[in-house]
């Protein structure tokens, strides 16, 4: 199941994004991975937000605010032109939700961490990801 997690300076996203940038950014991953979007998908497709406090964030050149993103699947999830099409669209919806434009996407960086099959668990077990495949295929047609 994926997992992403945003990490920004405390302050730099904007009050609407700030209650909507968790949300959004799980929407997307699910989008990119091609999971049907069902209410079990979407409940397994964590968000964190870890915000920095002031001062924790900088770089040898200035203080304005930058984005780390890392987003977690299982290996095998994402395509080249899935991770490219994530990676694009999760930069934009940072920048929107810190009121930033195309112009700035240089500060927003995204990690995208393979875990290899049979290394993620849920649940009490080990999860596969030909067993998450077989099971969008059943939520898809509501076998």
Sequence with gaps: MPMI??????????EEGLKSVQRDLGAVLLHWEGAPDTAFFRAQAWSYLVELPEGAQTTAEDEAPRFLVEVTVPQGALSERRKAGLVEEVTRTVLDAAGLSQEDALRVWV????????????????????????LAKEQRTGA
């Design 5 to 14: 997690r945003l990490t920004a300076p405390s302050g730099s996203l904007t």
């Design 111 to 134: 990690l995208v961490h393979e875990q290899p099959d049979g290394t993620w668990g849920a649940g009490g077990s080990v999860i596969r990801y030909v067993d998450l495949v077989a």
